[in-house]
């Protein structure tokens, strides 16, 4: 039985990502937790010992949240600056029109009337 449902989440993961293309804009996160950045890689890898192989999204984030440079465990799955890369499950990442967030545009206040 453990085998059957293991079978339904890993087909489950390649329907969600199965037209993503490398290079698509994403966001990564649940709730108000998003992170924004590129699709790197779509596919198999060996991430946690605990955890079953499958299907593994590779993200660029924009900003410095990530875990490591596209190399988990001593493999390389993409390339990307330190701390800017993570490996994610594809049910946590949706693909389409996410420009890079400029989090300097959050300090900037227009609800502000007073002119310098």
């Known amino acids: 039985k453990k085998k059957k449902e293991e079978e339904g989440v890993l087909n489950n993961y390649i329907n969600i990502s199965?037209?993503?293309?490398?290079?698509q804009r994403c966001e990564?996160?649940?709730?108000?937790?998003?992170?924004?950045?590129?699709?790197?890689?779509?596919g198999e890898a060996k991430i946690k010992d605990d955890i079953?192989?499958?299907?593994?999204?590779?993200?660029?984030y924009d900003e410095p949240y990530g875990q490591h440079n596209g190399t988990v465990k001593k493999?390389?799955?993409f390339k990307c600056k330190d701390k800017y890369g993570t490996m994610v499950r594809p049910v946590i990442v949706q693909v389409g029109d996410f420009p890079p967030v400029d989090e300097l545009d959050?300090?900037?206040?227009?609800?502000?009337?007073?002119?310098?």
Do not use: A, F, M, P
């Not at 990564?28 to 779509?42: E, S």
């Not at 079953?52 to 660029?60: K, S």
């Not at 959050?106 to 310098?116: A, G």
């Open 18 to 23: 199965k037209d993503w293309k490398i290079g």
């Open 106 to 116: 959050d300090l900037d206040s227009d609800d502000d009337d007073t002119e310098l």
């Open 75 to 77: 493999k390389t799955y």
């Open 52 to 60: 079953e192989n499958g299907i593994w999204i590779g993200i660029e």
């Open 28 to 42: 990564v996160g649940k709730g108000d937790l998003k992170n924004r950045g590129v699709v790197k890689y779509i």
